[in-house]
């Protein structure tokens, strides 16, 4: 019964990977940095491993094993862990802080900001991210993503894909479920959120995790969409 | 030691009344439901009623007296109890939810829109309201107030002055209260930032009670910075 359904009136977006191309950024940033300290590195292998340690390290809040704390915190016990495993010298902690805040300058995707302009013109667009409000808010500056509002786990205090980080976002914008849409590269996340009633709109991110990506190359359930940038999302929505 | 302070990195704000005129959008408001229902009241009377119950309401939920709760829902009750001593009559659930929304509706100071834009090129602009997120963000897409993050009571879960509004807002955003200002027109609101370590800036807003207002004229303590609009703000921090 699609057309019983209310108005979408929310979209809410998944961020790392979805809406910014996290594996180019933290690339980059490891390649200035091997500059500055005249080193030489995998740096590919580097932003993997990093990636590689943020599910493990959400799993110890998720699960109870300690209180909550917030995704810059994560990132810099990983980076520290990481320095060690890829013999990354003599850093000290106002370095090895601004080295953490790479996840705060995040490149979007070249369809991004386009295509979210265009869908803010007749939707709330809001983040429903992993990502702390203060990284959120430093990368939408940098990159001119124009968020309504900066929600996600950290406002819910809940990590996604945990149902507490999808209603609590929906309830802070005085909307039910149905009313929201997430967008996502992801078919996990879609899957939790259609799980509590959002609509889902899966956005294809072929090359997130570089050349041999192999997962979530396609969506594997029936979602409202599935669109190869947000320019088309835009298109599909009437924007 | 002004020249030791760190830099400004966050400008939060006070919205009602700070930057937008509650009074005289609530007024409209009553009007239109007036020429609708056929019915001639004193609307800047049921305007200043309903924010006179406004203090009063979170007294409740800063005492302790009752679980949090949003604004919306204290407003609602609020409007609930002047729409009996007001006499008007027979608006149903729906619709007064709808009047209940004329706090998403207000208008800004002719100067907020111009002024956040010039301040927003230099410093991360949020919320520090009292109003929950949902009444901000339809309140800045309808009004075009260009927010970088919605913060404020509601992800507090604290109604300002407590402290933990100002703290968590900052904390929040990644800054320590001293690179975070509050821009306000009110002097206890000013007072209570300053106290947990906020630089302060007052806005004169002479009107904002009406043509007889008595309070809140002058700033009453030695704040960083005192002006009569967001644009003297901008000029004042170089933006």
């Not at 939408?140 to 509002?149: I, M, T």
């Not at 570089?210 to 997962?215: A, L």
């Given at each position: ?189 879609l899957?939790?959120?259609a ?5 889902t709109?899966f ?16 969506p594997e359930a029936d979602f409202d969409?599935s ?13």
């Amino acid at each position: 019964m699609q057309s019983a359904k209310p108005a979408i009136r929310c979209l809410l977006f998944d961020v790392f990977g979805t809406v910014v191309d996290w594996r180019t950024s933290i690339i980059r940033e490891g390649e200035a940095l091997g500059r500055t300290l005249g080193i030489d590195r995998d740096w590919p292998a580097f932003a993997d491993a990093w990636r590689g340690l943020y599910q493990p390290s959400m799993n110890q809040v998720r699960e109870g094993n300690r209180p909550w704390v917030r995704l810059d915190t994560l990132h810099r016990e990983s980076l520290v862990e990481l320095l060690e495993r890829f013999e990354i010298p003599g850093l000290d902690d106002d370095q090895i802080d601004e080295l953490n805040r790479a996840w705060h300058r995040l490149d979007p995707w070249p369809d991004s900001v386009p295509g979210l302009v265009r869908l803010k013109t007749r939707h709330i667009l809001a983040t429903l991210s992993n990502g702390n409000v203060a990284l959120l808010t430093n990368m939408a500056k940098r990159a001119g993503l124009p968020w309504d509002a900066i929600l996600g786990a950290e406002v819910a205090r809940h990590y996604k894909p945990q149902p507490e980080a999808y209603l609590l976002s929906a309830d802070l914008l005085g909307a039910r479920p149905e009313q929201c849409m997430l967008v996502a590269a992801h078919n996990g996340d879609l899957r939790a959120a259609a799980a509590v009633g959002y609509r889902t709109a899966f956005v294809a991110r072929p090359t997130e995790h570089g050349p041999g990506q192999h997962k979530d190359l396609a969506p594997e359930a029936d979602f409202d969409h599935s669109v190869g940038s947000m320019i088309e999302l835009a298109e599909r929505l009437g924007c």
